[in-house]
């Protein structure tokens, strides 16, 4: 369920605020204008995997969400995979991780890298 004080954009992919504080702390050891990418690709062990990369450049079609000076890019492949999402980090027992909430997947796996459609 989606709160107003996570802005969303018109895909309705949202960042939390525990999300935007946790990409400040990592982009803050790369270099200056440095981006989290979130992607899908192929693979995992239910069918679609994210991926989390550093980036420094904004590709044609990328969507750019911006929370609290963090910057999130998705490219336009992954955008119909991902519309509707919540990026979130948590720290629980398992250790801490970027976690995605994705009302597109039917199914995940237990360590919710991975997810089928």
Same mark, same amino acid.
Request: some cysteine; overall charge negative; hydrophobic content about 40%.
């Given at each position: 369920?989606?709160?107003?004080? *996570? ?22 050891? @790369?270099?200056? &204008? #440095? *981006? ?6 192929? &693979? ?7 991926? %989390? ?22 490219? @336009? ?11 979130? %980090? ?7 991780? %970027?976690?995605?909430? +994705?009302? +597109?997947?039917? #199914? ?10």
């Amino acid at each position: 369920m989606m709160t107003t004080d *996570m802005p969303v954009n018109p895909r309705g992919i949202a960042v939390t605020g525990k999300a935007a504080t946790r990409i400040l702390s990592v982009m803050a050891k @790369e270099p200056p &204008g #440095s *981006m989290l990418r979130v992607s899908v690709a192929g &693979g995992g062990c239910s069918g679609f995997q994210y991926i %989390f990369d550093v980036d420094q450049e904004k590709a044609p079609g990328d969507l750019v969400i911006e929370r609290d000076g963090a910057t999130v890019l998705i490219d @336009e492949t992954s955008l119909d995979l991902l519309e509707g999402c919540t990026i979130d %980090f948590v720290d629980d027992l398992v250790g801490q991780s %970027f976690r995605i909430t +994705n009302p +597109n997947a039917t #199914s995940s796996c237990g360590c919710g890298t991975s997810f089928a459609l």
